[in-house]
């Protein structure tokens, strides 16, 4: 009975130490170390990594990109111009807001 509890003891120590040993990879991540720590000790190191795995594919994929608005059609063009032209067919002069998109 007590060899069972001291080796449950150790395998809990050891199992502490793999998931701290692991968390640490998540320190240059946006996940982070102690996130990433958390997720492992609770949902093991197994789920850990895929969360690690997706923090990083997020910040590989997510960027933004300078767009420009017209605030009256709601029209988003990729480029600066002085009016928005749809608006100006109608013979408004709708200046463009310059707005952050996020691109996927
Ligand atoms: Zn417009």
Known sequence: MEEKHLL????????VGVVYLFSRIGDKREIGKRRLFWIS???????GFAFFI????????????KRYKCEDCGYVF???MDFCPFC?????????????????
Do not use: C, R, W
Request: hydrophobic share 40%; glycine share 4%; proline share 4%.
């Open 41 to 47: 000790l609770f949902l093991t190191p197994v789920l």
């Open 54 to 65: 997706s923090s990083q594919h997020k910040k590989l994929v997510m960027y933004t990109e």
């Open 8 to 15: 449950l003891t150790g395998m809990v120590i050891a199992y």
């Open 88 to 104: 100006e067919k109608e013979g408004k002069h709708n200046p463009l807001k310059e707005v952050d998109m996020f691109m996927t």
């Open 78 to 80: 990729s480029e600066k």
